[in-house]
């Protein structure tokens, strides 16, 4: 089987080289890592972090994911829901 050298990012199917969709993941922080993953999952419920992010996409779910986290430390432990 032939490599492909390019790569669809599946989140805004954008073609990019295949480094570019799965590289920066796999540098992230693991707990960093793991929150965006829930974060994209919640989002596309399908997606895995095999199938690779490109870059921007990755910022911008991992943006929305420290923003939550940050929401929820903030928040009072006797606040009323």
């Given amino acids: ?3 492909f ?3 669809i990012c599946p ?3 954008q073609v ?3 480094e570019l969709v799965h590289e920066h993941i796999s540098l992230e922080h693991p707990r ?3 929150r965006t993953i829930k974060v994209i999952q919640a989002y596309h419920p399908g997606w895995v972090e095999d199938h690779g992010a490109c870059g921007a996409c990755w910022r ?3 943006d929305a994911g420290r923003f939550l ?3 929820k430390i903030a928040r009072p432990q ?3 829901s």
């Fill in 5 to 7: 050298p390019e790569s």
């Fill in 78 to 80: 006797n606040a009323v």
């Fill in 69 to 71: 986290y940050m929401m």
């Fill in 16 to 18: 990019f080289a295949r």
């Fill in 32 to 34: 960093l890592r793991n």
């Fill in 11 to 13: 989140l805004c199917s």
């Fill in 1 to 3: 089987m032939i490599p």
């Fill in 60 to 62: 911008s779910y991992r």
